[in-house]
């Protein structure tokens, strides 16, 4: 089990007052990192969630930045070295999503997805890798997307951010293994949520697609991600590198049934 350990390990999550972001740092807390709370949207949301953390067991500390800012990020990353410890794992998690078929899609609006879900990767990992390079060691995961390798309908710029970060997540690593830090991705399937709770009901068209479309025949479980985040975090990953982890329930294996197979 020492090789999963990630005790005395300080892990930055971007976007992990809740959701999926949450239930990969409740993951690599209970694994023994300290974990670094990150949002943009309220201090009492961030202190809350500290909250949370806290009463899971699991230091806690939250910083409210945004990450698609280079100077916030690089003042947060400062303050968190200097107050909490070096960085040993970062998570660029936070991202955003905005449903419109492409053709009606503004250009400000596919910008600010770009923004923050491929741009703000790349921020926050070139403030925090310089330290990792100067240790020679050091975990990055970025979470991609099953859209990093599927498209779907309205949601041409959050494919576009993914499927670059896919390929930015292969560059770090080719970049970075040198210095021994490991660059690599998570890519969630379609997870039960509060997001989703609305729709995840029987007779919902989306629901029923989902199950029928997942060999798993169900949604996935938040805890599910915890496994995938502590392995690349921890020293059971160091030869693993620019690897996609996909945690789908076997949607990408597989072009789905016909609509007349059970």
């Not at 741009?119 to 099953?146: D, L």
């Not at 997942?214 to 160091?238: C, E, H, N, V, Y």
Request: glycine share 10%; with cysteine.
């Amino acid at each position: 089990m020492e090789l999963f350990s990630l005790k005395g390990k300080v892990a930055l999550v971007t976007g992990s007052t809740h959701g999926l972001g949450m239930a990969m740092a409740k993951g690599l807390g209970k694994a023994g990192a300290t974990i670094v709370v990150n949002g943009n949207s309220s201090q009492q949301k961030i202190n809350d969630a500290v909250l949370h953390y806290e009463r899971e067991g699991i230091k806690a500390v939250g910083y409210k930045f945004n990450v698609a800012d280079e100077a916030q990020v690089i003042d947060a990353v400062n303050k968190i070295q200097s107050e909490v410890g070096p960085i040993d794992i970062l998570v660029n998690n936070a991202g955003i999503i905005k449903r419109t078929p492409l053709e009606e899609m503004e250009v400000a609006d596919f910008k600010e997805v770009i923004d923050i879900d491929l741009v703000s990767p790349f921020i926050m990992s070139k403030h925090v890798v310089k330290s990792m390079m100067a240790r020679k060691q050091g975990k990055i995961i970025n979470i991609c997307s099953m859209m990093s390798e599927l498209g779907r309908n309205t949601v041409g710029a959050y494919a576009a951010a993914k499927g670059g970060l896919k390929m930015l997540t292969r560059n770090m690593a080719t970049e970075w293994a040198k210095y021994n830090i490991q660059i690599n991705g998570i890519g969630p399937g379609y997870f039960a949520t509060s997001q989703t709770a609305p729709i995840r009901v029987d007779g919902h068209p989306f629901n029923e697609f989902i199950v029928n479309r997942t060999p798993a025949a169900k949604w996935g479980d938040p805890d599910d991600l915890a496994g995938a985040a502590i392995f690349l975090a921890s020293r059971a990953s160091d030869f693993v590198n620019g690897h996609i982890l996909y945690v789908d329930g076997g949607i990408l294996a597989t072009i789905g049934k016909p609509s007349n197979e059970n």
